[in-house]
């Protein structure tokens, strides 16, 4: 089965941080690039940050940059996104994609192969 499972959510104080991890079965994360999303309820998905499958480039959101970093392990088969100095603006559900582009603004989901299910950050005290 081809997908992608999150995994790390949870609740953290402001000025904490996270790391969620993003698993693959069925197929190998080294061929693609991955971008993490994050939905908050009433607002729309928007992109957080993405790599490239080379790992060699990596964009970032103006509001996480310098706060979050994306990174993968090939050997695992799996996608990390870092999280540090979080705010209550953070908290949303978390997801991770696989697709041929590091991307953040995507007009179509299809835009990324395989979508993960999500994972929930909240940042509160």
């Known amino acids: 089965q081809l997908q992608l499972v999150e995994s790390g959510g949870g609740l953290v104080q402001p000025g904490g941080s996270l790391r969620l991890s993003c698993s693959a079965s069925?197929?190998?994360?080294?061929?693609?690039?991955i971008g993490w999303f994050r939905q908050a309820p009433g607002e729309e998905r928007e992109g957080v940050g993405c790599l490239s499958d080379s790992g060699g480039h990596t964009n970032y959101r103006d509001s996480v940059r310098g706060r979050f970093t994306i990174s993968k392990d090939n050997a695992k088969n799996t996608a990390y996104l870092q999280m540090n100095s979080l705010r209550p603006g953070d908290t949303a559900k978390y997801f991770c994609a696989a697709g041929p582009l590091c991307a953040i603004v995507v007009a179509d989901t299809r835009e990324y192969d395989y979508w993960g299910q999500g994972t929930q950050v909240t940042v509160s005290s």
């Open positions: 069925g197929f190998s994360l080294e061929r693609y690039a």
